[in-house]
């Protein structure tokens, strides 16, 4: 979020330089920009707390066999051990959806 917040880049740059769509990325700004202006104190439930990339460091393992399905807007990600029956299903879901 800091890094989309910097007037030097742009919040689409930042978004694919994570692997993020940029929609996303606007809706937690939004989100942020809510958080940040309501009332100081108060406590609302979840918010943002910072996470810090590991430079140089491998990719997860669990990486490995991960497949992306882009379908409109919507993007279903899913490992290589998932049950392709409930997968279709959340593919009917979300074509339903676009």
């Known amino acids: 979020m ?3 917040l910097d007037p030097a880049t742009t919040a689409s ?3 694919r330089r994570y692997g993020l769509h940029a929609s996303q990325l606007f809706v937690w700004r939004q989100q ?3 958080g940040t202006s309501s009332a100081a104190g108060t406590i609302a439930g979840p918010g943002f707390v910072p996470v810090l990339m590991a430079e140089g460091g491998a ?3 669990e990486a490995a ?3 992306e399905i882009a379908l409109g807007p919507a993007v279903v ?3 290589s ?3 392709a029956a ?3 299903r959340v593919l009917d879901v979300v074509r339903d959806l676009t």
Request: no cysteine.
């Open 81 to 83: 051990d998932v049950d």
């Open 65 to 67: 066999g991960r497949m």
């Open 13 to 15: 740059a930042v978004a």
């Open 86 to 88: 409930a997968l279709r």
């Open 2 to 4: 800091a890094e989309s």
């Open 32 to 34: 942020l920009h809510r």
């Open 77 to 79: 990600r899913v490992g």
């Open 59 to 61: 990719p997860p393992a």
